[in-house]
């Protein structure tokens, strides 16, 4: 049992190295885009595709943290009114918690994905950068997949967060 919790640590550690790098990835790209936009404003002539690059590097931290939030049941969720209520009152918070955002991110995904082929189909491209569209819809389902992830994180390596409290 000891050699298959390494081996979740190891999976869920490594899938949280990933996210976290492209995170930080995203965080310079939106420092890099506004620096240059402040820059061009000040010189009197900013760069058009300056807005645009931010909105898009916004849109995807913003689903990253979404996915992201789930990993140590870092969500919003109410556990002081659960501490009150007897053992299977708690466990009942759980199993809700659990199928209510694993529902949730599964709709997440399934919508993602409609959203990633309407813009893929109608070859939706940026306004400055004509980078495809599609490119940027893949931050929803990503993040309901991070999401799912985050809550079987919680389930196998730290299913006291979910039982209420730190």
Request: neutral net charge; contains cysteine.
């Amino acid at each position: 049992m000891k050699n298959d919790n390494s081996k979740a640590k190891k999976y869920f550690g490594t899938i949280n190295r990933i996210s976290d790098y492209l995170a930080f990835l995203l965080i310079v790209a939106i420092l890099a885009a506004v620096t240059i936009q402040i820059v061009g404003r000040m010189a009197g002539s900013p760069e058009p595709w300056t807005e645009e690059a931010t909105r898009i590097f916004f849109i995807g931290m913003v689903y990253l943290g979404i996915g992201m939030g789930f990993r140590k049941g870092e969500s919003a969720r109410v556990t002081v009114f659960l501490d009150w209520f007897p053992r299977f009152v708690r466990n009942l918070g759980r199993c809700f918690y659990v199928i209510s955002s694993v529902g949730f991110f599964c709709f997440m995904f399934y919508t993602g994905l409609e959203l990633v082929v309407q813009q893929y189909t109608m070859n939706e491209m940026g306004a400055a950068w004509m980078i495809p569209m599609w490119l940027v819809g893949l931050f929803m389902p990503l993040s309901a997949v991070l999401g799912i992830l985050g809550v079987a994180e919680n389930l196998v390596l730290h299913p006291h967060l979910l039982e209420g409290g730190e």
